[in-house]
Structure formats: C-alpha cells, structure tokens
C-alpha cells in the first residue's frame, strides 16, 4: 500500500458510514532494526497546519484555544481500528463519541446556530 496516495488526505468514514473528515496525518513508528510501521491515523486541523509550516499549527492551536475550543490536539486513531482503505478509509469507531468532530460541532453551534434563519 502506498499510504501517501491510499491514506493521506482520503475521506474517513466511521462504523456507521458517517463522516469523520480527512485523514489529516499519519504517525509512524521506527525502532532500530526494524520496518517502519503505521501506527496511528490523524484528524484535526492542527494536523493539517503543521503539514503546511510547524508555526501554522501554533498559530492555530493560541487561536483555537482563544476563541474557547475546549480540545485543540489532533485526534489520533490507532491504525488497528482501520477496517479498510478504499476510496474512503473506514475505521472502527464511533465520531460521534470521539473529539473528531469538535471542531465542526463548536462552529455549528456557536456561528452557524446565530445566523439568522440558519
């Protein structure tokens, strides 16, 4: 598998087939001796920041934290939870129970919840 092409950047759906975002991130594991193995599968803006420029994400992070964003780390599944890497990468979990979607949820109800008739 190539992860950069197959992984990085797909959408990722969860147990229910919901949306839970890109895969934002992948974080691999090197000991001396041995393959370098995939361990975990990031989500979260942050993430998506610090690909661009390592100041990108602490800019981010002081914003987020700023405007009240109560969990402003990247959330990372293990890649055991990944059920299968297609068009879309399915893992096992639920995004409504993980910090995901927090984001998307603080947005929602503190900008788009004020618009009028929205």
């Known amino acids: 598998m190539d992860i950069i092409r197959d992984v990085l950047d797909n959408q990722l759906v969860d147990r229910n087939q919901n949306n839970m975002g890109k ?26 920041a610090r690909r661009l420029h390592p100041s990108a994400s602490r800019i981010l992070t002081a914003i987020q934290n700023k405007w009240g964003a109560k969990h402003s780390e990247p959330f990372r599944i293990p890649w055991s939870k990944v059920r299968d890497v297609g068009i879309d990468v399915e893992v096992d979990v639920d995004a409504e129970e993980t910090p995901a979607l927090i984001w998307e949820k603080w947005v929602r109800a503190n900008i788009i919840s004020r618009i009028p008739g929205g």
């Open 23 to 48: 895969v934002d991130g992948v974080v691999i594991e090197y000991e001396e001796g041995k393959q370098p193995r995939l361990v975990y599968i990031e989500v979260g803006l942050v993430t998506l």
